[in-house]
C-alpha cells in the first residue's frame, strides 16, 4: 500500500508540475484541479461523439453525402483558425488559414497558408506565415491532414508565451460546399516548450467574411466560443 501511494503521489506531483509550466500559473494547485476536470469533460465528450462529430450541415466535421465537394476554387477564401490543446481548451491559438481548393485526379484537393496571430489582441500577425498541403478529399468531403511539423512564435502562443514546436494532424474534418464553418480534432505531440500528447485536442475554422473584424473564435464542432481577452 505505501509503495501504491507513493507511485500515485509520484505521478500526480508529475502532472502538476507539467500542468503548471504550459499554463505558466501561479498558483499550481488550483490550476492542476482545473485541468483535470477539463481533462475529464473532453474525454467524456470524445467518447460520446461530442467533440468531433456530426455534420452541423455547413461545413462542420462528419462527411457531408457523396458529391458534396465544392467546385475548385469556389470555397477559398480567409478562415479564423482555432487550435485548442486539450489542456486549456478555451484559450487557443489563433491563425488566419487562406484556404485553396484545385481539381485533382477527379475529385479535389486543398492547401493551406497559416499566418499565426497575435494572442494578446487575436488579430496582429507574428511570425512567418507557412504553407501546408495538398491534401486530398473524399467523395463525401472529410480528409486527413497530416501537417509538417510547425513553429508558432511564443507572442502567438495563448497558452505558455513561449515558442511552440508541434507536430499535428487534422482529422474528422469535412469540406463541403458552402464549408463556411469546418471542424475536427487534432492528434498530434509537441517538442517544445514541452514533450506533449496532443490527443483529445480539436480545431476549428471559420470564414472571415468581413476582413476588417475577425469573427469571435470558437474551438469545437460543437462552437464552443473561447474566453474573451482579459
Do not use: H
Not at 481533462?39 to 462527411?63: K, L, M, V, Y
Not at 465537394?69 to 487562406?98: C, H, K, M, Q, T
Not at 502567438?156 to 471542424?183: M, R
Request: hydrophobic share 35%.
Amino acid at each position: 500500500m505505501l509503495f501504491s501511494r507513493t507511485i500515485r503521489t509520484t505521478l500526480a506531483s508529475a502532472a502538476l508540475t507539467t500542468a503548471a509550466l504550459l499554463i505558466g500559473c501561479a498558483d499550481p494547485e488550483g490550476r492542476y484541479d482545473d485541468f483535470e476536470a477539463r481533462d475529464t469533460t473532453i474525454r467524456e465528450d470524445q467518447s460520446s461523439g461530442e467533440g468531433g462529430g456530426g455534420s452541423d450541415g455547413n461545413g462542420g466535421a462528419g462527411g457531408g453525402g457523396d458529391n458534396c465537394l465544392p467546385e475548385a476554387g469556389a470555397v477559398d477564401g480567409d478562415f479564423l483558425f482555432s487550435l485548442s490543446a486539450y489542456l486549456n481548451p478555451r484559450a487557443p491559438i489563433l491563425f488566419v488559414a487562406s484556404l485553396t481548393t484545385e481539381a485533382s485526379d477527379g475529385g479535389l484537393s486543398f492547401s493551406l497558408t497559416f499566418q499565426p496571430l497575435v494572442a494578446a489582441d487575436r488579430e496582429t500577425p507574428t511570425g512567418e506565415p507557412f504553407d501546408v498541403g495538398p491534401f486530398e478529399l473524399s467523395a463525401d468531403g472529410t480528409f486527413t491532414a497530416q501537417l509538417p511539423t510547425l513553429v508558432v512564435p511564443g507572442d502567438a502562443n495563448s497558452i505558455s508565451g513561449s515558442e511552440l514546436e508541434a507536430t499535428i494532424t487534422l482529422t474528422g474534418g469535412s469540406l463541403c460546399a458552402p464549408a463556411d464553418f469546418i471542424c475536427g480534432v487534432i492528434t498530434g505531440t509537441t517538442a517544445r516548450p514541452l514533450p506533449l500528447n496532443l490527443k483529445n485536442s480539436t480545431f476549428a475554422m471559420e470564414r472571415i467574411a468581413d476582413p476588417s473584424g475577425y469573427p469571435a473564435p470558437v474551438i469545437n464542432c460543437k462552437r464552443d466560443p473561447a474566453n474573451p481577452l482579459e
